[in-house]
């Protein structure tokens, strides 16, 4: 089975679904060119307007698979990931539908930029965030360029220099999070809102979400992330925390 799940529905609305949940949906080569995969074919689907990211299993995702990345023999994909991880993130900065993040459980490092990108995030109260890469001496230019993008420079350091978890009830209170609700009402809140936006007018929705991008992009999506990246070493082939330890340990 895919590591990354499409479902398309009726009414506009889409889901792309993080599917391995078997290592708490963390992000390896094969997600990595599922995600890549489906996302090409959303963004060429017309009829959707809107799309619900989520994990399998209750949970969103706990950041990159560093077991996978160093099996052996080393998987084929490893030498390929940061160039296509890059484009995966690319290919959300581009996107002219609307993301609605379903955070369940938690979001940690790699998987907490999946989350900040985002537009909407709809946060289950006992879920958290957390970019913890700072306290390994690492860098976190995903993290730091969605956040620099749509948050300010304060947000953005509460987020990344203290390497904390973020309980929901603090994403709202920051603007990181659009709605906190009930941990078993994450799910239909999100579906709630695509299908509300995918009700819209297909080129209001593309319309809008273009002019918010290009409001505050303000140079060449390919420019993006190498702008947070340019100046670490650390920023490219393995920057994330380990990520299959139980959330526990983080």
Same mark, same amino acid.
Request: aromatic share 6%; with cysteine.
């Given at each position: 089975?895919?590591?990354?799940?499409?479902?398309?529905?009726?009414?506009?609305?889409?889901?792309?679904?993080?599917?391995?949940?078997?290592?708490?949906?963390?992000?390896?080569?094969?997600?990595? /060119?599922?995600? /890549?995969? #489906?996302?090409?074919?959303?963004?060429?689907?017309?009829?959707?307007?809107?799309?619900?990211?989520?994990?399998?299993?209750?949970?969103?995702?706990?950041?990159?698979?560093?077991? #996978?990345?160093?099996? /052996?023999?080393?998987?084929?994909?490893?030498?390929?990931?940061?160039?296509?991880?890059?484009?995966?993130?690319?290919?959300?900065?581009?996107?002219?539908?609307?993301?609605?993040?379903?955070?369940?459980?938690?979001?940690?490092?790699?998987?907490? =930029?999946?989350?900040?990108?985002?537009?909407?995030?709809?946060?289950?109260?006992?879920?958290?965030? /957390?970019?913890?890469?700072? #306290?390994?001496?690492?860098?976190?230019?995903?993290?730091?360029?969605?956040?620099?993008?749509?948050?300010?420079?304060?947000?953005? #350091?509460?987020?990344?220099?203290?390497?904390?978890?973020?309980?929901?009830?603090?994403?709202?209170?920051?603007?990181?999070?659009?709605?906190?609700?009930?941990?078993?009402?994450?799910?239909?809140?999100?579906?709630?809102?695509?299908?509300?936006?995918?009700?819209?007018?297909?080129?209001?929705?593309?319309?809008?979400?273009? =002019?918010?991008?290009?409001?505050?992009?303000?140079?060449?999506?390919?420019?993006?992330?190498?702008?947070?990246?340019?100046?670490?070493?650390?920023?490219?082939?393995?920057?994330?925390?380990?990520?299959? =330890? =139980?959330?526990?340990?983080?």
């Amino acid at each position: 089975m895919s590591a990354a799940l499409t479902h398309v529905h009726d009414g506009g609305w889409a889901e792309l679904v993080l599917n391995r949940p078997e290592r708490r949906n963390a992000i390896e080569g094969t997600l990595a /060119q599922a995600m /890549q995969e #489906a996302l090409d074919a959303l963004e060429r689907n017309d009829d959707v307007r809107a799309v619900v990211l989520r994990g399998a299993d209750a949970a969103f995702c706990s950041g990159l698979d560093l077991k #996978a990345f160093g099996e /052996q023999p080393t998987p084929d994909w490893v030498a390929k990931f940061p160039a296509l991880w890059d484009r995966v993130h690319t290919q959300l900065l581009a996107s002219r539908k609307a993301w609605i993040v379903a955070l369940e459980r938690y979001a940690i490092n790699g998987g907490a =930029a999946l989350a900040l990108a985002g537009d909407l995030m709809v946060c289950g109260e006992s879920a958290f965030l /957390q970019v913890g890469e700072v #306290a390994l001496g690492m860098a976190a230019p995903r993290n730091a360029a969605w956040l620099a993008l749509r948050h300010s420079e304060a947000v953005a #350091a509460r987020v990344c220099l203290l390497g904390e978890r973020m309980p929901a009830a603090e994403l709202l209170r920051l603007g990181l999070a659009t709605e906190v609700v009930a941990d078993a009402e994450v799910v239909a809140r999100a579906q709630a809102m695509a299908r509300t936006i995918g009700s819209y007018p297909a080129q209001g929705v593309a319309g809008i979400k273009s =002019a918010m991008r290009a409001a505050t992009l303000q140079m060449p999506a390919d420019q993006w992330l190498a702008a947070c990246a340019r100046f670490d070493a650390l920023a490219r082939p393995t920057a994330a925390m380990p990520t299959n =330890a =139980a959330p526990a340990n983080r």
